[in-house]
T-cell receptor, first 113, second 114 residues
Framework: AQSVAQPEDQVNVAEGNPLTVKCTYS??????LFWYVQYPNRGLQFLLK??????LVKGSYGFEAEFNKSQTSFHLKKPSALVSDSALYFC???????????FGTGTRLQVFP | DAGVTQSPTHLIKTRGQQVTLRCSPK?????VSWYQQALGQGPQFIFQ???????QRGNFPDRFSGHQFPNYSSELNVNALLLGDSALYLC?????????????FGDGTRLSIL
């Protein structure tokens, strides 16, 4: 069965420091991987995706993610965190034969001034 | 270019009632997926509509049903509401066959069951 794990319920980081939000996945074959962000009382906003090619993917708002096939991970990163980055982050996988997204449980990112 | 729009934004119902939620997809998209996001959890896939037919379904009971109209908009219906149906219901749109492209989400309908 396909699944996504986000092992940290919350990540705290000081403004200006680098941040990492972890994600691991389990899926047969090669996956399509996505990161979404959710602000309070809002839907999900797309940040970035991995389809194929370069393992380091760059996305919106300065975020990037590193795909590691051997570790089945797709960690979200940002070199310098902003207070405005504080939100709920979801990792998701989509099977290449379907259009269904499978989400992790989410990680709340708190960036402190 | 309008994104995904959902209505209403909030809804309060009582147990046993029925509810209909609505979604208009992003311009150019022809596929609509519905997700349920319970408090503190990630979104769970309910079903997907394309060409006015249900194409895929997640692990949800038959109380959850849907419809897609010729203009690609969609409705989610839930019958015999239970307290556990309280959640944020998200609609996402996409273009059929473009699985390497992200789904676009609306802001959701928050359903509260009393």
């Amino acid at each position: 069965a396909q699944s996504v794990a986000q092992p940290e319920d919350q990540v705290n980081v000081a403004e200006g420091n680098p941040l990492t939000v972890k994600c691991t996945y389990s899926v047969s074959g090669n996956p399509y991987l996505f990161w979404y962000v959710q602000y309070p009382n809002r839907g999900l906003q797309f940040l970035l995706k991995y389809i194929t090619g370069d393992n380091l993917v760059k996305g919106s708002y300065g975020f990037e993610a590193e795909f590691n096939k051997s570790q089945t991970s797709f960690h979200l990163k940002k070199p310098s965190a902003l207070v405005s980055d504080s939100a709920l982050y979801f990792c998701a996988v989509r099977d290449r034969t379907t259009d269904k997204l499978i989400f992790g449980t989410g990680t709340r990112l708190q960036v402190f001034p | 270019d309008a994104g995904v729009t959902q209505s209403p934004t909030h809804l309060i119902k009582t147990r046993g009632q029925q509810v209909t939620l609505r979604c208009s997809p992003k311009s150019g998209h022809d596929t609509v997926s519905w997700y349920q996001q319970a408090l503190g959890q990630g979104p769970q896939f309910i079903f997907q509509y394309y060409e006015e037919e249900e194409r895929q379904r997640g692990n949800f009971p038959d109380r959850f049903s849907g419809h897609q109209f010729p203009n690609y908009s969609s409705e989610l219906n839930v019958n015999a509401l239970l307290l556990g149906d309280s959640a944020l219901y998200l609609c996402a749109s996409s273009l059929q066959g473009a699985n390497n492209q992200p789904q676009h989400f609306g802001d959701g309908t928050r359903l509260s069951i009393l």
